[in-house]
């Protein structure tokens, strides 16, 4: 779920949020603001710590890991969609018959092209 964070859209999970609440209310929030820079989907896209002033380290790692599982979350997506896929192309029972199918396509996409 996308949440304001440090004025900044950063999609979290639900234990995500209830970490990030504990730690506000233990450290306070300034020093997550400009520790990361996001997309419009609330991806982290940076982390960039401020060189003028020091930072805790458990915003820093809160940050990082947040960015790890995020990746880690879009890499799960991926692979759910790729095994539909591979299901789908499963169900084809012999090898001629996906020898056909993939001259069908590979004929749909040159007809595209010309």
Do not use: W
Not at 12 to 30: F, P, R, T
Not at 57 to 77: G, P
Not at 86 to 113: C, F, H, N, P, Y
């Amino acid at each position: 779920m996308i949440r304001a964070v440090a004025n900044k859209r950063l999609s979290l999970s639900d234990s995500e949020y209830a970490y990030l609440e504990s730690m506000i209310s233990s450290v306070g929030d300034s020093d997550l603001r400009g520790l990361f820079d996001t997309d419009k989907n609330g991806i982290i896209t940076a982390i960039t710590p401020p060189l003028d002033r020091p930072i805790n380290m458990a915003a820093f790692y809160f940050v990082l890991n947040v960015m790890v599982n995020q990746r880690l979350r879009m890499i799960d997506q991926g692979a759910e969609n790729n095994s539909k896929i591979i299901a789908i192309e499963g169900a084809v029972a012999t090898m001629d018959e996906r020898l056909k199918r993939l001259e069908q396509k590979q004929g749909a996409i040159s007809d595209k092209s010309v």
